[in-house]
């Protein structure tokens, strides 16, 4: 994240860090993370947390306007004679608990002062309509995507303030519900599931689209789009609904990006004995000609088209599910902590590999570790404290699913899956994760002594000693098949802030 030094941002800087959070939470997700500063528990805390976003808009292309109503339920934590929302729109009105509430908007902060202080346990329902051109809206460089405009509408990943206000907590994960009328002929997709009856519906002045995502999600990993999209909704063999959306433009791509996306109700299947049960009620994908990355948004994420010009690539598909769990509910802040959720979104494509009969975790780790001989710089950037200037994927993504294949050939398999998804049950709380929990977790289980292993995969700026797959000495010749398509994902992912961050 950059934070241009200028005095708009020194003023806001305790929502910059805390976005940062959030966006950290995107978890995962995040291509190089520049240093965040580890303070988020005590300058995150906008006062109340909110259980649900109810948000409802309207939206035209020519002029572009997009008006709203968003419904925030939530909780007061402390007592709050002010409190403020991230939103960079135009605001006409807001109510707080029913009474109009005074407020103001700037530099992406709406302040809201409500008729009467709300004391500490109290319930908030704040209302806040809005009407503005989105795109002649700048954000303040803290994060997400923005608004991007495609030739037939939008596309926001992570950038909530576009189009709904929000509180700051990043610990904060809440409902949402979003409701969007469209333009007759083009779709509207958020994250969650429509409701049983499909949709779209008619509505006066276009199409009614109805986004619902009952299993709380953070707002850094929230999905917008808007335009001419291929758009199908079915039931996934084990009962979700599966809806993917393709851009109407994928031309070429549309096949290769067909051949991945299409399996997510397989790969979800095969992830799940190996992580647990998925944690949302939906899945899909997003394909999108015009957006640039790949991003891990919740129950659907959003993939560039360019990921599939190589071919079908369901590699990419097993990676940005696995940050369903790993990143989206284990989730982290910081470059330090990275690798717990790239490290094991990367891992799980070893596993896919293994599956998808292209080479096992096992040999993919190993040819990862025989390719850098121990005088190769990748070395020197540890996964706990990555270089921050370096754009490799090597440090987070390799040496992180390294480090867990090292692991396996530790503790064994049942002791490994075991750890990976007790990891999840355990983690799935407000509260950030950090490698000295993995590892007191991975002890407690195996009943070993693991610090060797970590200091040597995560901490030292050197080559372990010993391969990923223990005294194992004989250097394979063979190139696993997955080889390529795994080390050309990691290297996408960390060259195009793959989840929000990072370079743009
Ligand atoms: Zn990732």
């Known amino acids: 994240m950059t934070v241009p030094g200028n005095a708009r941002t020194m003023q806001i800087s305790r929502r910059t860090f805390s976005l940062a959070t959030v966006l950290a939470l995107a978890g995962g997700s995040l291509g190089y993370l520049p240093p965040v500063p580890a303070v988020a528990a005590e300058i995150a805390d906008g006062g109340f947390e909110v259980s649900h976003y109810g948000v409802n808009l309207r939206y035209q292309l020519a002029p572009e306007v997009l008006s709203g109503t968003t419904t925030i339920l939530g909780r007061a934590t402390r007592t709050l004679p002010t409190f403020d929302l991230h939103f960079l729109l135009t605001v006409s009105s807001v109510s707080v608990n ?3 509430a005074a407020f103001t908007s700037k530099d992406g902060i709406l302040k809201v002062t409500p008729k009467r202080s709300i ?28 608004w991007k405009r495609t030739p037939t509408g939008v596309v926001s990943v992570g950038s909530p303030e576009w189009w709904f206000p ?118 899909g994908g997003l394909v999108d000609s015009t957006f640039a990355s790949v991003v891990a948004t919740a129950t659907r994420p959003t993939y560039t088209a360019g990921v599939f010009a190589g071919g079908a690539n369901s590699s990419v598909v097993a990676h940005e599910m696995t940050h369903q769990w790993y990143g989206l509910q284990v989730h982290t802040v910081g470059p330090d902590t990275q690798w717990l959720s790239e490290g094991f979104a990367t891992y799980a494509e070893f596993l896919w590999s293994e599956i998808e009969g292209l080479g096992t975790a096992a040999e993919v780790a190993q040819f990862s570790f025989d390719r850098h001989p121990a005088d190769d710089p990748v070395w020197q950037s540890p996964p ?9 994927a090597f440090p987070i993504y390799t040496r992180g699913a390294l480090t867990l294949q090292a692991l396996r050939t530790k503790v064994g398999d049942d002791k490994f899956f075991t750890i990976l998804r007790d990891w999840v049950t355990r983690q799935k709380t407000d509260e950030a994760a950090t490698t000295a929990q993995f590892v007191a977790l991975a002890e407690e289980i195996s009943g070993q002594d693991l610090d060797a292993l970590f200091q040597a995969w995560i901490h030292a700026a050197e080559r372990p000693a010993t391969g990923p797959n223990g005294a194992f000495t004989a250097q394979r010749s063979a190139k696993p098949k997955s080889y390529e398509q795994i080390t050309a994902n990691s290297h996408l992912f960390a060259t195009t802030g793959h989840h929000g961050q990072g370079p743009k």
């Open 98 to 100: 029913n009474e109009p």
């Open 119 to 146: 004391e500490e346990g109290d319930d908030l329902v704040v209302v806040v309509r809005y009407r503005d051109n989105p795109s002649d809206r700048t954000g303040d460089g803290s994060g997400g995507w923005g």
């Open 166 to 283: 929000t509180a700051f907590d990043p610990a904060d994960r809440a409902t949402q519900s979003v409701v969007i009328v469209v333009p007759k002929g083009l779709q509207a997709l958020s994250n969650g599931e429509l409701p049983w009856y499909g949709g779209p519906e008619p509505a006066p002045g276009g199409d009614k689209w109805s986004w619902t995502n009952n299993v709380p999600q953070a707002v850094g990993v929230t999905l917008l789009a808007i335009g001419r999209y291929e758009l199908t909704t079915s039931t996934g063999p084990d009962g979700r609904p599966f809806t993917r959306a393709y851009g109407a433009d994928l031309g070429d791509l549309r096949t290769p990006a067909r051949l991945s996306v299409e399996r997510t109700p397989e790969i979800v299947a095969e992830l799940s004995k190996w992580f647990g049960p998925y944690p949302f009620k939906a899945y």
């Open 384 to 392: 706990s404290h990555p270089d921050p200037e370096s754009h490799s």
